[in-house]
């Protein structure tokens, strides 16, 4: 079983669309983020949660609005699509206290044309 | 500036070591971590090291703190082409949950 799975892996849409990627953690784990990876491979933290509820948001366009449903679940909405927002966005989970070690997704590489 | 830097790129021979650097500025650094990335793929905890420690090695891998200097290193003994990968450094203070990453390294190994 996938720990961390996101869904689609692959993303191709026009500018000024709306469109969503889940992520779901099967670990027990009370800690969920958003990282964006640019095409230089630089990693960003964009939200984090902790127990469905927000307590990390960096500073991300409000277009972008993460909704966790239960503890398991943290899924991306991104409205208004632009081409700036073309990435791969992966989802993380944060394990036992003690060593802080995250468990990434596969990502989601999104492309807006 | 960044929080966490490391050189970009590093190009080794099949069958050297890779050594792997990385400086941080947060005196409070309590994890500090090294995440490997293959094509294609999300990252993977290689290994991490307590600020309380000089050193940790784990098979092929040899990671080295100056917490003085603020430095970690990532030694790979006897690298091989399936190394290849983009490593980053990572750091964490306790009370934090969110590990502040570095830009990546691009180990490249060719025969």
């Known amino acids: 079983d996938t720990a961390v799975s996101q869904t689609p892996k692959y993303l191709v849409t026009q500018m000024g ?3 969503s990627i889940k992520c779901e953690q099967n670990l027990g784990h009370d800690t969920m983020y958003w990282y964006k990876q640019d095409s230089k491979k630089f990693l960003k933290i964009m939200f984090s949660y902790n127990n469905k509820e927000l307590i990390i948001n960096e500073t991300v366009p409000n277009r972008f609005s993460p909704k966790s ?9 991104i409205n208004s699509l632009e081409l700036g927002d073309s990435a791969v966005y992966f989802c993380a ?14 990502g989601s590489r999104l492309t807006v044309l | 500036g960044e929080d966490v830097e490391q050189s970009l790129f590093l190009s080794v021979r099949e069958g050297d070591s890779s050594v792997i650097n990385c400086t941080y500025t947060d005196s409070s650094s309590t994890y500090l971590y090294w995440y490997k990335q293959e094509p294609g793929a999300g990252l993977q905890l290689l290994t991490y090291i307590f600020s309380n420690m000089d050193m940790k090695q784990d098979q092929r891998l040899t990671v080295l703190l100056n917490k003085k200097d603020k430095h970690l290193s990532l030694r790979i003994a006897d690298t091989q082409t399936g190394d ?7 750091e964490k203070s306790g009370g934090s949950y969110i590990p502040t990453f570095g830009r990546g390294t691009s180990l490249i190994v060719h025969p």
């Open chain 1, 69 to 77: 449903p239960d503890k398991a679940h943290l899924n991306l909405h």
């Open chain 1, 17 to 19: 669309n709306d469109k």
């Open chain 2, 84 to 90: 290849s990968a983009i490593y980053f450094c990572a």
């Open chain 1, 93 to 106: 989970s944060m394990g036992a206290a003690n060593t802080g070690e995250l468990f990434f997704g596969e």
